[in-house]
Structure formats: structure tokens, C-alpha cells
């Protein structure tokens, strides 16, 4: 598949893009900058340069299969970035998936999205701006999957998670980002994830049977 990642130079965006070239797929890495092109390209991909908070329509004209959101403002920039890029960010690209006809559609989002009112004061913003961008996608008309892991660490992935469509219990609420790369990529063509939101933390089960399971 032919699949847009927007966010690749990002932490989870990196590892998305090196999975998905070893499952034979042809990501497109959409980065803001020329000087992240190398280390783009080096890990297989295609790179398309395109700023989230400018035009960003050029960057859908490749007969796409796929688009994946992994692009965040950062936890040390204030409300007006975090509204930029999580929110408007995120309405634009899944408007122009569905101006492309863009068919799939896959979304990190947070863990507690769905509970943005009950969260500490300083980071509310944060949670409902992934809310409203969840919403957004929930009722276009993609094929999408929404992930909501819990806290994102760069502890090494050993393969396995917990994930449901909701999770009322988990023993941490820590998700490593190689897990959750694993998780993303191995949901790309599941016809099960279709139209789903998958909360998932780091767990016991082997990641393609947690997510076949969904």
C-alpha cells in the first residue's frame, strides 16, 4: 500500500515508517523540513515536504491508499501549537483524504480522549483537542482507526500489548512507541479495525493477536 505518514520525523512517525517499508509497503513521509529528508529516505521512504499549518494539499496527489497521523505539537509547547497541529492539523489532512478519496485512515490519539473534561487542568487542552480531532475523522466517511495509547515511552517494544476498544482495567498505563508502531502497522489492511477505536498499553499479547482480536 501506498501510505502517507504525516508526523515522520516524530518519534512514533520514524519507527511507522521503517515498519512499514519491511511489510513491503511504499510510505510517503510528509516533513516539514529538507534537512529530515536523509534521515527519511535512509529508513525507505518517500519524502513530500508540506507544513501542517499551511497548504497542505499537494501532498495527497500520489494516488494514495492510506494516510497515518502521528503528528503532535509536543508536550513543551503551549495551547495555540497544541490547537495548530493536534486539532486543526489533524481536520485538515482527514478533509483532504476525503477530497483524494483516500480510503484508510489511521489516527494516534490519547488514551483519556474520550474523558477530556476529567483531565488535570494543564493538560485539558491537549486531551480535548484530541477529542474534537477524533470526532472529526469518526464522522467522515473513511475507513479510519483511531489508537489511543497511553503514556508514550522509548522503552525497547518486546511485541506484546493490551488493547480493546475500551480497556477498564491495565496494570500501567505506559505504551512503548515500537509496540505501538507494531500495533499500527499490522492494522493497516485489518478489515476488523475498520471504523474502530483501539485503546492499547503495553501487555502480554502478542500485538497481531491483540489486534486481530479487536
Known sequence: M?????????KVGQRVVK???????????MIRSE????ALESKGAKVVIADLEK??????????????????????????????????????????????KVPRYLMVSALGANNASDMPDDMRHYFVAKSEADQHLVHS????TIFRPGRLTDEAGKGSIKAG???????????????????IVDALDKRNTYKKVI?????????KDAINSI
Open 2 to 10: 501506498k501510505v502517507l505518514v504525516i508526523g515522520a520525523n516524530g
Open 19 to 29: 515498519k512499514l517499508a519491511s511489510h513491503n509497503h511504499q510510505p510517503i513521509a
Open 35 to 38: 534537512s529530515q529528508r536523509s
Open 55 to 100: 497548504d497542505i494539499s499537494h501532498a495527497f496527489e500520489s494516488n494514495l491508499d492510506a494516510v497515518i497521523f502521528t503528528a503532535g505539537s509536543g508536550g513543551n509547547t503551549g495551547q495555540d501549537k497544541t490547537i495548530a497541529i493536534d486539532l486543526q492539523g489533524a481536520r485538515k489532512t482527514i478533509d483532504e483524504a476525503v477530497k483524494h
Open 141 to 144: 466517511a473513511l475507513d479510519y
Open 165 to 183: 476498544q475500551s480497556l477498564d482495567d491495565y496494570d500501567s498505563t505506559d505504551t512503548s512507541r515500537d509496540n505501538l508502531a507494531n500495533a
Open 199 to 207: 485503546e492499547l498499553v503495553d501487555g502480554n499479547t502478542p500485538v
